[in-house]
């Protein structure tokens, strides 16, 4: 009697909630599989424009200016991992501080440096430049720039170049 029950159940059609459940959860595994190793977020041929920028750092020690010019040119760095582009040069400046009689006098300890940076960016309809996670704008003060040998914070943008025909 019990090999009658055993072979009367397997031979028992699909629920049709059954097999629902079961085309559900295989194209759950399917989508998660794809998302894992799938096609990461690609654009397809999109084009890439130079960008230049200037970044100017004040109150800096000569020394440390004198020793970050061993480490130029050099890559750019955010969150620990190197993001496209590079420090291509640095020149320096007077940094200048209000006398107590009222007028700027150059300080012989400190320096304004204006670092050039050079990247690439996506050709988008809407042009938003990032460096890492920061956003490349003329007059955008608190700019971080990090490098593999060199970091400056309280950094301003002040200048940038979109391409080769802007001027």
């Known amino acids: 009697m019990e090999e009658q029950k055993s072979s009367v ?3 028992k059609k699909p629920n049709v909630v059954d097999v629902i459940a079961v085309i559900l959860i295989v194209l759950v595994a399917i989508f998660a599989i794809w998302r894992i190793l799938g096609p990461k977020d690609d654009l397809g ?3 890439m424009i130079d960008v230049t920028y200037t970044v100017r750092v004040e109150g800096v020690p ?3 200016y004198e020793n970050c010019q061993r480490y130029i040119p050099s890559r750019l760095m955010a969150s620990g991992k190197l993001v496209g582009g590079q420090i291509t040069g640095v020149r320096a400046e007077p940094y200048l501080v209000l006398s107590p009689g009222n007028e700027w006098v150059e300080d012989p300890n400190l320096l304004t440096l204006y670092f050039t940076v ?3 960016t996506e050709d988008l309809n809407v042009l938003t430049t990032k460096v890492g996670d920061q956003e490349v704008r003329v007059g955008k003060s608190n700019h971080i720039l990090k ?3 060199l970091e400056f914070n309280e950094g301003k943008i002040v200048d940038v170049v979109w391409g080769k025909d802007v001027p």
Do not use: C, G, P, R
């Open 45 to 47: 041929d999109v084009n």
């Open 9 to 11: 159940a397997l031979k």
């Open 62 to 64: 000569k020394e440390t």
């Open 147 to 149: 490098s593999e040998f």
């Open 118 to 120: 050079e990247t690439q």
